[in-house]
């Protein structure tokens, strides 16, 4: 009994012992690798090594800015038959015109650790696909991590709506108490002061659709999803 015992305590170690040291250097046949060797950890510290690059490569790339459409104020608003009889004598007397001031403003936020620089902004308000006014805002220069407005002015003196749909707006001001116009804006931003010399520039097309109450020239509705109604 102690002989078989012995000799089974004989043969086990050393087949066990066999394996252990199989295992400690990396060899793939070794899967229940023991708690002295650090081969785990140090094959995740070389993933770690190889992903580097590729981490700071994403933590160096430039964060996109929002801009977006804000507010609109509708300052005044009225559309009248031609009232000025000698003005022009070929205009029709269905003709109608359109005075509108509108105030936009959008905001810029920059979402970026670097400064952040915008081109001029071109902005266009529309009736039915019909510009009706346009304003440009100057480019400018927006710290990091900051939010700041761009205000902006479109006043419509005397438009003709002959061009447009005229009827139907008389209809959307006068019986429906909603006009709809379309607010589009453009510009060219750029993150700058980074130190690799890869820097992003890129364009910003804003798209909004909003409807307004002629009566209290308050705004009912705003849409800058870009899906909103097409005309
Ligand atoms: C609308 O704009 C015109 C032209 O700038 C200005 O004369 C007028 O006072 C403005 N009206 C309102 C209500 O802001
Ligand atoms: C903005 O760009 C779009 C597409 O390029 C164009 O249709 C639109 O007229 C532009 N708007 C302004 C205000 O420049
Ligand atoms: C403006 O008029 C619309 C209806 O024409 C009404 O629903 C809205 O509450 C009014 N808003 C204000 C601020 O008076």
Redesign the pocket.
């Known amino acids: 009994m102690s002989n078989q015992y012995a000799g089974d305590g004989s043969l086990r170690p050393p087949s066990a012992q066999g394996h252990r040291q199989s295992a400690c250097p990396c060899s793939s046949s070794a899967e229940s690798g023991s708690n002295e060797c650090h081969c785990f950890y140090f094959s995740l510290f070389l993933i770690f090594l190889m992903l580097l690059p590729f981490m700071i490569y994403y933590l160096n790339q430039p964060r996109t800015p929002d801009f977006d459409l804000d507010r609109v104020d509708v300052e005044y608003f009225r559309i009248a038959p031609n009232e000025v009889g000698g003005a022009g004598g070929t205009a029709s007397p269905s003709a109608v015109y359109l005075w509108l001031n509108i105030t936009l403003r959008f905001t810029s936020v920059n979402n970026d650790w670097a400064k952040l620089s915008y081109e001029a902004t071109n902005i266009c308000v529309l009736y039915h696909g019909a510009p009706l006014g346009k304003a440009v805002v100057p480019g400018f220069q927006q710290p990091r991590y900051s939010t700041r407005p761009v205000d902006s002015r479109v006043i419509v003196s005397r438009f003709n709506m002959l061009q447009v749909d005229s009827p139907e707006l008389v209809r959307d001001a006068s019986v429906n108490?909603g006009v709809e116009l379309r607010v589009t804006a453009n510009t060219t931003w750029k993150i700058t002061g980074r130190p690799t010399d890869d820097i992003t520039d890129d364009q910003v097309h804003v798209s909004c659709f909003v409807v307004f109450?002629p009566?209290?020239l308050?705004l009912?509705l705003k849409n800058c999803d870009g899906a909103g109604k097409i005309f």
């Open positions: 108490d109450s009566r209290n308050s009912a």
